[in-house]
């Protein structure tokens, strides 16, 4: 079946760059989602990218996807403590289909 | 953007009380809901997807009689935990999908369910 995967932690520095990845298995993903949860919070949407794209760019956030390798990333530009949070990666295969997420990352940002 | 809003954020019962958890679009028409639920550091477990007039697809594992869905209206969709207990003690997180079908999911706030 479909899996995601992703590592569990992530610690930087304020201001630094953020590189959180993840990979999935089910070649026939046709969106991908990065998600944000703070503690005790629900889930953000970040930003999501469709398959067909390489790359999108969203103010300080850049995904990256790498379809042979299906790989996904996520790069958070100059770091804040705000955004210490848990991230999670997600994929849909079809239209109606429910979203399958990795176990998320947990962003530790020191000052 | 789009709203989901889920009710109550919290929930603290005795045991063998049933409990009832609201999730509304509300900005949008979703034909199609879902219900997650969330142990402690853990990822998003789906649980159920919920169809707006038909009954709820659960996923394998999940008792549909412990875990009532009823999807009466394009934007309410309800999660009844029936005779609750502590080992139900969880986070419970909805998300709705745009009639349109080409949006992303959007994921209310959560409730947290603590059964004493």
């Known amino acids: 079946g479909e899996d995601v995967e992703q590592s569990l932690f992530l610690s930087v520095r304020e201001g630094d760059s953020s590189v959180i990845n993840c990979t999935y298995t089910?070649?026939?993903?046709?969106?991908l989602y990065w998600y944000k949860q703070e503690p005790g919070a629900g889930l953000q949407l970040l930003t999501y990218?469709?398959?067909?794209?390489d790359m999108k760019q969203d103010q300080r956030l850049t995904v990256l996807l790498n379809k042979k390798d299906k790989h996904l990333s996520l790069r958070i530009a100059d770091t804040q403590t705000g955004d210490s949070a848990i991230y999670f990666c997600a994929e849909r295969a079809w239209e109606g289909t429910a979203l399958i997420f990795g176990k998320g990352t947990t962003l530790s940002v020191s000052s | 953007g789009a709203v989901v809003s889920q009710h109550p954020s919290w929930v603290i019962c005795k045991s063998g009380t049933s409990v009832k958890i609201e999730c509304r679009s509300l900005?949008?028409?979703?034909?199609?809901m879902f219900w997650y639920r969330q142990f402690p550091k853990q990822s998003l477990m789906l649980m159920a997807t919920?169809?707006?007039?038909?009954?709820?697809?659960?996923e394998q594992g999940v008792e549909k009689d412990k875990f009532l869905i009823n999807h009466a209206s394009l934007t309410l969709s309800t999660l009844t935990v029936t005779s609750a207990h502590p080992e139900d003690s969880s986070f419970y997180i909805c998300s709705a999908r745009d009639r349109s079908g080409n949006q992303p999911q959007h994921f209310g706030d959560g409730t947290r369910l603590s059964i004493l």
């Open positions: 089910d070649s026939s993903s046709t969106y």
């Open positions: 919920s169809n707006e007039g038909s009954k709820a697809t659960y």
């Open positions: 990218i469709f398959s067909n794209m």
């Open positions: 900005d949008f028409q979703a034909t199609t």
